[in-house]
T-cell receptor, first 113, second 110 residues
Framework: EPEVTQTPSHQVTQMGQEVILRCVPI?????FYWYRQILGQKVEFLVSFYNNEISEKSEIFDDQFSVERPDGSNFTLKIRSTKLEDSAMYFCASSETTEETQYFGPGTRLLVL | QQQVKQSPQSLIVQKGGISIINCAYE??????FPWYQQFPGKGPALLIA?????SEKKEGRFTISFNKSAKQFSLHIMDSQPGDSATYFCAARGDYKLSFGAGTTVTVRA
């Protein structure tokens, strides 16, 4: 069964450093998303992406964040200068259309020290 | 702005019992209501979903009841098993994104 994959599974970084989280969405999916989950809290939407453009973004997704589809398979989330409060589990998701179910990857646990 | 409210925060049920989780939403533009199951350290996995033109959907031991006029929906887990012990999130879709409830941790005692 096709699945969304994410790398790395864990990332530890120093405050102020840049991190790039990588995702490989399901191959025939056209819509891509990033969500995050701070420990013990609910899953929060960050951004949606379609046709090489951001479709929607939340207030969390400020200028420190960017997304990119650098090739035909990868979808990345970059945090330019990490803060302590960026520590969370980051989930990538994809869907075939906006009408279809979003499938989530296993997540990247980011710890900012 | 909390668009999806979920309760209870946690529940304990005996093996074979029924688990009931409730959610309420505010935005009438939501068009799709999935439930996700999450095990520790894993991503949310789709469990079952419903669209607002249907009042009930059943898949195996899992049933969603949907009340459009009350803007509420619930998940029933029948014959709960220890393997059902997980966190369950309701969600609602609108404007390209999912809004999640706060989650319910279900513990099934053997």
């Amino acid at each position: 069964e096709p699945e969304v994959t994410q790398t790395p599974s864990h990332q530890v970084t120093q405050m102020g450093q840049e991190v790039i989280l990588r995702c490989v969405p399901i191959s025939n999916h056209l819509y891509f998303y990033w969500y995050r989950q701070i420990l013990g809290q609910k899953v929060e939407f960050l951004v949606s992406f379609y046709n090489n453009e951001i479709s929607e973004k939340s207030e969390i997704f400020d200028d420190q964040f960017s997304v990119e589809r650098p090739d035909g398979s990868n979808f990345t989330l970059k945090i330019r200068s990490t803060k302590l409060e960026d520590s969370a589990m980051y989930f990538c998701a994809s869907s075939e259309t906006t009408e279809e179910t979003q499938y989530f990857g296993p997540g990247t646990r980011l710890l900012v020290l | 702005q909390q668009q999806v409210k979920q309760s209870p925060q946690s529940l304990i049920v005996q093996k074979g019992g029924i688990s009931i989780i409730n959610c309420a939403y505010e935005n009438t533009a939501f068009d799709y209501f999935p439930w996700y199951q999450q095990f520790p350290g894993k991503g949310p996995a789709l469990l079952i979903a419903i669209r607002p033109d249907v009042s009930e959907k059943k898949e195996g031991r899992f049933t969603i009841s949907f009340n459009k006029s009350a803007k509420q929906f619930s998940l029933h887990i029948m014959d709960s098993q220890p393997g059902d012990s997980a966190t369950y999130f309701c969600a609602a879709r609108g404007d390209y994104k999912l809004s999640f409830g706060a989650g319910t941790t279900v513990t099934v005692r053997a």
